[in-house]
C-alpha cells in the first residue's frame, strides 16, 4: 500500500513544485504587477495545494493531515487577501498621476 | 541531496543578507530582512531546532521586520538629515562588524569535537518538572531567571516606544489604522482572528510537550489583534489604560511572585516546590503569554498619537 501511497506523493508534489517553477518565471519575467500578481497567486493556491494533497498520503495521523490542510487553507486566505490589497495599491497608483 | 539542500540554504542566506547590507533603499532592504527572517527559520528546522526556528520566523523576521517598516513609514517624507559618515566612522563600523564575525568564527570553528553538550543532563533532569519539552524545560526552570529578564527587556522596549509620545498626546491611544481601509483588509480582520487565537493558545498549550511557547503564541495573538486595529474595526486602547498596563505587567509580575515564593516553599529565588513544578509554570506561561502579545503589539503601534479620554 505504501508504494501506491509514495508515488501518489511523487507525482503531486513534483506537479506542484512545477506549478512553483511557473509561478516564479512569470514573477521575474511579466511585464506589469498585475499579470505578475496573476502568475505568483497561481502558484501560490494551485501549487501549495497540490504539495499538500500529495502531502497527505505520508500524514502519520489524521490531526496531522488536518494541520496540513490548514496550512493550506490559511496561504490561501492571506496570499489571497494580500493580492487583493496589491492589486487596489497598483490600480490608485495608476488612477492618480 | 539533503547536503545539496543545505548548501542551496546557506549560499542563499549569505546572498541576502549581503543584499540587506549593501542595499540602499530602506523599504527593499527590510524587506528582504524579512525573507531573511524566514530562511533563518528554515536554516534552523535543517539544524533540527524547532523551537527555535519558530521564534526566529515570528520574531526575528516577522514582528521586527514589522517594526522596522513602521518606523521606515514614519521617517518617510521628513526629511532626513543625512550625515554623511566620515571614511573613519565607516572604518570603525566595519572593524567592529568584522571583529565580532571573526571572533565568533574562531569560536565555533574550535569547538572541542565533540562539541560540549548540557543535552542528556536536561533530558535527565525533565522528570520533576513534569514538561515532555526540554526547551521549555530549559527556559521556564533550569534558566528561569533569564527568561525572566527576557520579557522585562520588552516591556522595557515598550516604555521607550511609549516616552517618544508628545505631552499633549500622553496616555493616549496609538494611531494604527489607515485614513481609507481597504474592503479586502477588514474582511480578513474578522475572518482570521478567530482561527489566529485557536492557533495562539494551541501553540503556549502544547509549548510543555511539544515545540511552542510564549514567544510564538505571543506574538500570533499579538498579530490578531494588530490585525484588528488596523482595520479599525476596534480601537487601539489608551496606553495609560490600567487594563492594559495589568496585562502588560501581569505576566512578570506573576513570574516574580513566584519566584520570592521560592523562599518560603522551595529551597529559594525561583525554585518551585516539589509536584508544583508544572502548574506554576503553565501558570506563568500563560500569563507571560498574554503580557508579551499585549507588549509586541503595542510597540507595532507605536507611541500615542491621539489626546487621552478624559
Known amino acids: 500500500m505504501s508504494g501506491v501511497a509514495d508515488i501518489v506523493t511523487i507525482v503531486l508534489v513534483a506537479a506542484g513544485v512545477l506549478l512553483f517553477v511557473a509561478g516564479m518565471l512569470g514573477l ?31 500524514a502519520t495521523s489524521i490531526t496531522g493531515g488536518l494541520k496540513l490542510i490548514c496550512v493550506w487553507l490559511l496561504a490561501q486566505l492571506s496570499a489571497a487577501t494580500a493580492s487583493q490589497l496589491l492589486a487596489r495599491a497598483v490600480h490608485r497608483d495608476r488612477a492618480e498621476p | 541531496m539533503t547536503l545539496l539542500l543545505d548548501l542551496a540554504l546557506v549560499a542563499w542566506l549569505l546572498g ?9 533603499d530602506e523599504r527593499s532592504a527590510i524587506i528582504a530582512f524579512l525573507a531573511f527572517g524566514l530562511l533563518l527559520g528554515l536554516g534552523w ?12 520566523i515570528a520574531i526575528g523576521g516577522g514582528a521586527t521586520g514589522l517594526l522596522l517598516l513602521r518606523a521606515e513609514a514614519a521617517l518617510r517624507g521628513r526629511g532626513k538629515h543625512e550625515e554623511a559618515m566620515t571614511r573613519a566612522g565607516k572604518l570603525a563600523v566595519a572593524l567592529g562588524c568584522a571583529a565580532i564575525s571573526g571572533g ?6 574550535t569547538f572541542a569535537s565533540p562539541p560540549p553538550t548540557l543535552g542528556p543532563a536536561a533530558l535527565d533532569a525533565l522528570d520533576p518538572t513534569g514538561l515532555g519539552n526540554p526547551v521549555t524545560a530549559v527556559l521556564l526552570a533550569y534558566r528561569a531567571l533569564d527568561t525572566l529578564l527576557e520579557k522585562v527587556v520588552v516591556l522595557l522596549a515598550l516604555i521607550g ?31 482570521l482572528p478567530p482561527f489566529g487565537v485557536v492557533i495562539g493558545v494551541y501553540m503556549f498549550w502544547v509549548g510543555a510537550d511539544a515545540p511552542g511557547g510564549t514567544f510564538q503564541a505571543g506574538t500570533v495573538l499579538a498579530a490578531m489583534w494588530l490585525l484588528v486595529m488596523m482595520a479599525g474595526l476596534y480601537p487601539p486602547p489608551d496606553t495609560a489604560r490600567p487594563a492594559l498596563r495589568f496585562v502588560l505587567a501581569g505576566g512578570p509580575a506573576l513570574f516574580l511572585a513566584i519566584a520570592f515564593l ?49
Open chain 2, 161 to 191: 516606544v511609549w516616552s517618544l509620545a508628545p505631552d499633549q498626546t500622553w496616555g493616549g491611544a496609538p494611531d494604527v489604522k489607515p485614513a481609507l481601509v481597504p474592503e479586502p483588509l477588514s474582511w480578513l480582520a474578522r475572518v
Open chain 1, 28 to 58: 521575474l519575467r511579466f511585464p506589469d504587477p498585475l499579470s505578475r500578481l496573476h502568475a505568483i497567486s497561481k502558484a501560490d493556491n494551485l501549487g501549495l495545494g497540490l504539495i499538500v494533497i500529495g502531502l497527505l498520503p505520508q
Open chain 2, 45 to 56: 528546522v535543517r539544524l533540527a531546532a524547532p523551537d527555535v526556528a519558530m521564534t526566529e
Open chain 2, 262 to 310: 521560592g523562599f518560603v516553599a522551595a529551597d529559594g529565588f525561583l525554585a518551585y516546590p516539589d509536584g508544583f513544578a508544572k502548574p506554576l509554570i503553565v501558570a506563568i506561561e500563560a500569563a507571560l503569554t498574554l503580557s508579551v502579545a499585549a507588549a509586541l503589539a503595542m510597540l507595532v503601534a507605536g507611541p500615542a498619537r491621539k489626546a487621552p479620554a478624559p
Open chain 2, 104 to 109: 565568533l568564527g574562531y569560536a565555533v570553528l
Open chain 2, 16 to 24: 541576502l543578507a549581503a543584499y540587506v547590507v549593501a542595499e540602499r
